[in-house]
C-alpha cells in the first residue's frame, strides 16, 4: 500500500522533476568544500598549451650566462669581467639591470670587487633576491661590503610545491607582500603605470601575500644577448636603451637555474631568467589568467550535475553515454574559447566529478526502473500471447460454428427460390434479401476465416498448373449478376497466357474481391475493365474501373486489416478486410499487387505474379510473422 503510494508519488511529474534538481543541489553542495587541484590544473596547464601565446612587451633584453661563457672564459665570470660588462650595458642606457646572481658569490679581489659595487651603484642595478623580508621587516638584508650599499629587493619564487596542484610547476608570480610590491611589481610600475595591487586583474590574496597566475610564453622568445658576447664583443647600444635588462645564470648545470611551466614539465623546460621575463611581462601587459568567482563553479556544477542526471535517467545508454561525452566536450571547448578570448578560467575539475558521481548514484537507479519496466512488458507480452491465442481460436470456432448453419439457410432459400412461382412479388424479394444478406454474411465469415488462419500461420498454398485467364473468367462470371444490378458492364480483354503453378482457392479470392471492389465503388452505367498480359515474364492482371477513386494519402493504408477509405465510410458495406487479404494471397505468391487512382475518375487494380512459379515461395510475406507456406 506505502509501496504504492510512493510509487505513484514518485510518477508524478512535479516531484519528479524536483527530486532531479534537489539531487542536483544536493551533489552541487556536497562537492563545493572538496578541492580537486590536481585535476584542475591538468585542465588549467591544457588550456596555457592550446590557446595562442600572448606577445611579449618588448621591454625585455635577457644576459644568460650560460655554457658557452663558461667554456670560453675556462671558468665563472669573476668581478673583472663582470664590472666590464656592466660597465657597457650602462653606456646603452637601460631602464633597469637587474642580477639573479648573487654579487658577493662572484670571485675576485676585494679591490676588484669594490670596483665592481662602484660600477654597478652608478647604474640602475638591484640584486633580486629569491626570499621575502622577515616578518616585520620591510626590506631584506643588505649584503655584505663592499655590496652593502647594493639595492636587494624580493623577487620570490612560487612553484606549486607544497599547495594547490602540488607538482612543482611555476603558475604563480607574487605581486605583493603585506601590501608592498615585489621586485617585478617595481620594474613594471614604470612601464605599466600601474601603482597599486588593486590595478591589476586576476590578482588574488594566498597566504599573507597577493599573487597572479604567470602568462607564459615559448622558449627562446626574448631577445637574449650571452654574457660572454657582451664581454667580447661591442654592443649595439639601441638593442638595450630603455630596457629591462636581466642578467642569470643558465649553463644547465643546476636545476636550481630552471623550472617547470604549464606549458612544459620537462626538468630544464625554461631558464628561471625566461621565467622572470614572462613574469614580468604578464605584470607589465596586466594579462594575468583570471579565476572565476566561487559562484560561477557552484552553478556549473550544479547544470552539468542536473543534465547528467536527465540524460541517464531519460535516454537510452548508449545514447545517453555519447550525449555525455558531447556535452564535456563542449564544456571543455567552450573554457578553452574563453580562457583563449577572455583570460577567464571557468572551473573544470568540480564539473567533471559531479558528472561521475552523478553517472554512478543514477545509474542503480535507472538499472532497478528499467528491471522492473522489462518485468512489467514480459507479464504484459505473457498477457497480449494468451490473449491473441484466445481471439483466434474463438474466430475460428465461431466462423466455424457459423458456416454450418448459413450454409443451411442459404440451401433453403435457394429451394425456395426455384419454387418462386408460387411466391408473391413481397416474398420473392424479402427471399432475394435472405440469399443477398447470407452471401455477404458468408463472404465475411470466410474473411475472419482467412485472416484467422494467417494469424495462426496455418495458410499454406497448394500449387496447381492452372490457367489464370479461366479463373478469370469463373470469377467475371460469378460478378455478372452483381453488376447487372448496377448496370455494370464488365469488359474481359483477356492475352492468352502459358498456365503458371498457383493456388486457385486463394487466386479466386484475391480476383473477386478486386472485382467485387470495382463493382462496389463505381457508379451505375459505368465500366469495368479486366484485362491480362504477359510483360517481362510477369503476369500481369488489371481490374480498372470508372468509380469514385482513393485519395492519394489513402493509397498506402487500403491493404491494412480493416481498413476502410474515406470514400467507403457511410453508405457503402464492407469490413476493409478484403485488400489486406489480396496483398497476403499475391504476395505468398511471390507477386505484388499496385493500385492507381484518382478521385471520381477511378481506380486501376494491378497484380503481377512471377510466371515461373515452380520455386516454392522463398519466405512468407514480411507482415505475416513467420507463416510457413
Ligand atoms: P471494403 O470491405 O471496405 O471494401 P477492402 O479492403 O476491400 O474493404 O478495401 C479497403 C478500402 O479501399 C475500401 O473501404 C474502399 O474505401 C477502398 N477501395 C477498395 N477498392 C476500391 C475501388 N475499386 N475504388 C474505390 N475505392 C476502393
Avoid at 486457385?504 to 478486386?514: A, R
Amino acid at each position: 500500500m506505502a509501496v504504492n503510494w510512493i510509487e505513484g508519488w514518485l510518477k508524478n511529474t512535479w516531484v519528479n522533476h524536483t527530486l532531479k534538481f534537489a539531487f542536483a543541489v544536493l551533489i552541487t553542495v556536497l562537492l563545493a568544500p572538496f578541492r580537486f587541484d590536481g585535476l584542475e590544473y591538468i585542465a588549467y596547464d591544457l588550456r596555457m598549451q592550446f590557446s595562442p601565446r600572448p606577445a611579449t612587451s618588448g621591454e625585455i633584453v635577457l644576459v644568460p650566462i650560460e655554457f658557452e661563457t663558461l667554456k670560453k672564459l675556462k671558468r665563472d665570470p669573476e668581478a673583472l669581467d663582470w664590472s666590464l660588462v656592466l660597465q657597457k650595458i650602462g653606456q646603452a642606457q637601460p631602464a633597469q639591470v637587474v642580477s639573479f646572481v648573487n654579487p658577493s658569490q662572484i670571485q675576485g679581489s676585494y679591490d676588484d670587487l669594490s670596483f665592481l659595487a662602484d660600477i654597478a651603484s652608478r647604474l640602475p642595478f638591484q640584486y633580486a633576491e629569491d626570499d621575502l623580508p622577515k616578518v616585520g621587516a620591510t626590506h631584506l638584508d643588505p649584503l655584505a661590503p663592499p655590496f652593502d650599499n647594493m639595492l636587494v629587493l624580493p623577487a620570490p619564487k612560487a612553484p606549486d610545491r607544497g599547495m594547490l596542484a602540488k607538482d612543482g610547476v611555476t603558475r604563480r608570480l607574487i605581486l605583493a607582500y603585506e601590501n608592498r610590491f615585489t621586485m617585478h611589481a617595481r620594474l613594471a610600475e614604470s612601464f605599466n603605470h600601474i601603482h597599486h595591487i588593486d590595478g591589476y586583474s586576476g590578482a588574488y590574496s594566498l597566504l599573507d601575500s597577493t599573487q597572479m597566475q604567470i602568462r607564459y610564453r615559448d622558449k627562446g622568445v626574448y631577445p637574449t644577448l650571452k654574457f660572454v658576447d657582451a664581454l667580447e664583443k661591442s654592443l649595439d647600444p639601441e638593442r638595450l636603451r630603455g630596457k629591462i635588462v636581466l642578467i642569470g645564470r643558465d649553463t644547465m648545470e643546476a636545476g636550481a637555474d630552471y623550472g617547470t611551466t604549464p606549458l612544459s614539465k620537462n626538468l630544464l623546460a625554461l631558464s628561471q631568467l625566461e621565467i622572470n621575463a614572462n613574469i614580468l611581462d604578464t605584470l607589465i601587459r596586466n594579462e594575468a589568467p583570471r579565476f572565476s568567482p566561487e559562484w560561477v563553479k557552484l552553478l556549473f556544477t550544479f547544470l552539468i550535475a542536473l543534465l547528467t542526471i536527465y540524460i541517464v535517467l531519460g535516454v537510452r545508454p548508449a545514447k545517453g553515454l555519447f550525449m555525455l561525452a558531447s556535452a564535456l566536450i563542449v564544456y571543455l571547448g567552450v573554457s578553452l574559447l574563453v580562457f583563449a578570448n577572455f583570460r577567464w578560467m571557468v572551473p573544470v575539475a568540480h564539473p567533471l566529478v559531479a558528472v561521475f558521481i552523478c553517472y554512478y548514484f543514477v545509474i542503480p537507479y535507472r538499472l532497478i526502473i528499467e528491471n522492473r519496466r522489462s518485468w512489467e512488458y514480459y507479464q504484459k507480452n505473457r498477457l497480449l500471447v494468451q490473449v491473441e491465442e484466445l481471439k483466434s481460436n474463438f474466430m475460428r470456432m465461431m466462423s466455424h460454428d457459423l458456416k454450418t448453419p448459413l450454409a443451411r439457410i442459404q440451401g433453403m432459400a435457394e429451394v425456395l427460390r426455384k419454387e418462386h412461382g408460387n411466391l408473391t412479388e413481397t416474398q420473392a424479394l424479402a427471399l432475394e434479401t435472405i440469399l443477398e444478406s447470407s452471401e455477404e454474411l458468408m463472404e465475411f465469415i470466410s474473411s475472419i476465416l482467412s485472416l484467422s488462419r494467417i494469424a495462426s500461420k496455418e495458410m499454406k498454398l497448394q500449387l496447381r498448373s492452372r490457367d489464370v485467364n479461366q479463373v478469370l473468367r469463373n470469377v467475371v462470371r460469378r460478378c455478372e449478376h452483381l453488376a447487372a444490378r448496377k448496370n455494370i458492364s464488365i469488359v474481359v480483354e483477356l492475352e492468352p497466357l502459358f498456365s503458371i503453378r498457383v493456388d486457385e482457392d486463394l487466386l479466386k479470392t484475391v480476383f473477386t474481391n478486386l472485382l467485387e471492389n470495382a463493382i462496389k465503388y463505381s457508379n451505375e452505367n459505368s465500366k469495368v475493365l479486366v484485362t491480362s498480359d504477359e510483360i517481362n515474364n510477369e503476369l500481369v492482371v488489371q481490374i480498372a474501373d470508372q468509380g469514385r477513386g482513393i485519395a492519394r494519402e489513402e493509397l498506402t493504408q487500403i491493404f491494412d486489416r480493416f481498413y476502410r477509405a474515406r470514400n467507403s465510410r457511410g453508405d457503402t458495406p464492407g469490413n476493409g478486410l478484403g485488400l489486406y487479404l489480396v496483398k497476403y494471397f499475391v504476395e505468398l505468391h511471390n507477386g505484388r499487387v499496385d493500385v492507381e487512382s484518382e478521385i471520381n475518375k477511378g481506380s486501376t487494380f494491378s497484380v503481377r505474379l512471377p510466371m515461373n512459379l515452380d520455386l516454392e515461395p522463398e519466405s512468407p510475406p514480411e507482415h505475416s510473422g513467420g507463416l510457413y507456406v
